[in-house]
């Protein structure tokens, strides 16, 4: 990295050049209240508890179930409380400058596992296959449903830090009739860099993590300014994904999971390619866990949206799972400038990161069906 003992500097997103990231590892310096990392609910079953087995009763009827009879491990269901919904239908209104769209789509919720307070990185791998098949089918099914639907979302929050209102594990999907802004924004930084560069962006940072290395000096005293060696920004790598911690890292310990060949469309995903993803994100949880001491998160899958606007963006768009997890809650300065402050420098996060013996890090509770 540098040779100073801290950072203070802006650094651009590549994929979203309009979107800046303060790392300030001063910051990490100034007095704060201690806290402790919140317990974890490890139970496997709570009879209170809507999404444990033989609840089924407390939630809406069940749209799928995995497997199909007998015990389910996964199952999916409406959400009773959803943010869209396909329950009514009004016409879109111009009021002047008071435009609206109708709320219409659906919200649905994907119990992840038969174990209540399972964490991923304690799931069997051939589980997690299942999980990200289970994901693939619903979004293929939402979008066949509806032409309406220009974007499918399937998004994990995990612990109270990331909103999530119910212990057990469990993740989200829903259909929405726009393609949010951050989404369209990477499409379309990524559609620009290709028409200038004939090169999918992701591919470039995915390739630059594998093999670029450089050292800058400083011009009068011949000190290192910057160092960038090969690999220091990644986390973990399989035979098909690459764990990498952005350069512009939003959060402190934020990961990205990337196939390295080039896909635009989570979609088109074979069981052999959720295979090894399962195996470098169980891995890549278990460092985070290890590091933060329990890690609270939200993952999402950013797909390439259906519709005619962005159907040429094949060659330039690759699709990716983000992984963020909230150490820290944003402040009057992020809010007010949308300037996210990043107060660990993603070269020490990343280091710390790959350097967890996954060999001797315990994982209580792990799924029975490991073996």
């Known amino acids: 990295m540098t040779e100073t003992s801290s950072v203070r500097e802006i650094r651009i997103n590549p994929i979203i050049p309009t979107e ?49 009879h007998g015990d389910w491990h996964i199952r999916i269901v409406e959400n009773l409380y959803p943010v ?42 051939t589980h997690l296959v299942d999980l990200f098949a289970a994901y693939r089918t619903r979004m293929e099914q939402l979008y066949q449903s509806n032409e309406q639907l220009r974007y499918v979302l ?14 057990h594990t469990h ?29 999918c962006i992701f591919c470039s940072l995915i390739d630059e993590a594998l093999t670029f290395e450089a050292t800058i000096y400083d011009r009068e005293s011949g000190a290192i300014q910057r160092r960038i060696n090969v ?12 764990a990498i911690k952005p350069f512009a890292s939003r959060y402190e310990w934020e990961v990205h999971i990337l196939p390295l060949a080039h896909d635009a469309e989570f979609l088109r995903v074979t069981r052999d390619d959720l295979s090894d993803l399962a195996q470098v994100l169980r891995r890549t949880m278990a460092r985070l866990d290890a590091v ?4 609270q998160y939200n993952y999402f899958l950013h797909s390439l949206p259906h519709g005619n606007d962005n159907q040429d963006c094949g060659a330039s768009y690759h699709w990716h799972l983000e992984i963020c997890p ?12 949308g300037l996210f402050v990043n107060t660990i420098s993603p070269e020490d996060a990343a280091a710390r ?16 069906r490991t073996a």
Do not use: W
């Open 171 to 199: 993740s989200q999907i829903i259909g929405m009739p726009i393609v949010p802004h951050n989404v369209q924004a990477e499409v379309n930084h990524s559609r620009a860099y290709y028409a200038k560069n004939h090169h």
């Open 231 to 242: 690999g220091q920004y990644v986390v973990e790598r399989g035979r098909r994904f690459i």
């Open 292 to 295: 933060i001491g329990g890690a």
């Open 326 to 337: 909230r150490t820290t809650i944003p402040s009057g300065f992020e809010l007010g400038s």
């Open 353 to 368: 990161l790959r350097a967890v013996d996954l060999a001797t890090t315990p994982a209580p509770g792990t799924d029975v």
């Open 20 to 68: 800046s990231v303060l790392v300030a590892t001063a910051r990490n310096m100034r007095p704060k209240k201690a806290e402790q990392p919140v317990p974890r609910d490890g139970r496997a079953h709570v009879a209170t508890c809507p999404f444990c087995t033989g609840n089924e009763h407390m939630t809406p009827p069940a749209i799928a179930a995995y497997p199909e």
């Open 84 to 125: 869209l919904g396909d329950d009514h239908r009004y016409r879109n209104l111009n009021l002047g400058l008071q435009q609206t769209i109708d709320g219409y789509g659906r919200h649905e919720v994907i119990i992840d596992h038969d174990q209540h307070g399972i964490a991923v990185h304690e799931m069997a791998e």
């Open 154 to 167: 399937v998004f994990k929050n995990f612990g109270p830090a990331a909103g999530a209102s119910i212990a």
